[in-house]
Nanobody
């Protein structure tokens, strides 16, 4: 049984910052890719940022220079530092991990609302 526990969402004013965390626990094979996705109302889920086991990262163009993804391999945890937040960043954010045998696990989602 694998559990993915997300935290760190909330309400923030434009220009503010939030840090999301997602910890994977339970019987889980070695993790390869770790990432964050988001889904705004009426829109499809989209990739926000990805970090692979070697440390290389990939970001959506809309968040480059503002968001930073990082990981703690010892604790199977992935983070997303979000700075200079904009109203268009408002969405439910989901973490995702993919193991070396390509099994995918999703977090339950955490709401991020950017509003004055």
């Amino acid at each position: 049984q694998v559990q993915m526990v997300e935290s760190g969402g909330g309400l923030v004013q434009p220009g503010g910052s939030l840090r999301l965390s997602c910890a994977a626990s339970g019987t889980i094979f070695r993790i390869d890719d770790m990432g964050w996705y988001r889904q705004a109302p009426g829109k499809q889920r989209e990739l926000v940022a990805m970090i692979i086991s070697g440390g290389s990262t990939n970001y959506a163009d809309s968040v480059k220079g503002r968001f930073t993804i990082s990981r703690d391999n010892a604790n199977n945890t992935v983070y997303l530092q979000m700075n200079s937040l904009k109203p268009e960043d408002t969405a439910v954010y989901y973490c995702n991990v993919i193991t070396l045998v390509r099994t995918s696990y999703w977090g339950q989602g955490t709401q991020v609302t950017v509003s004055s």
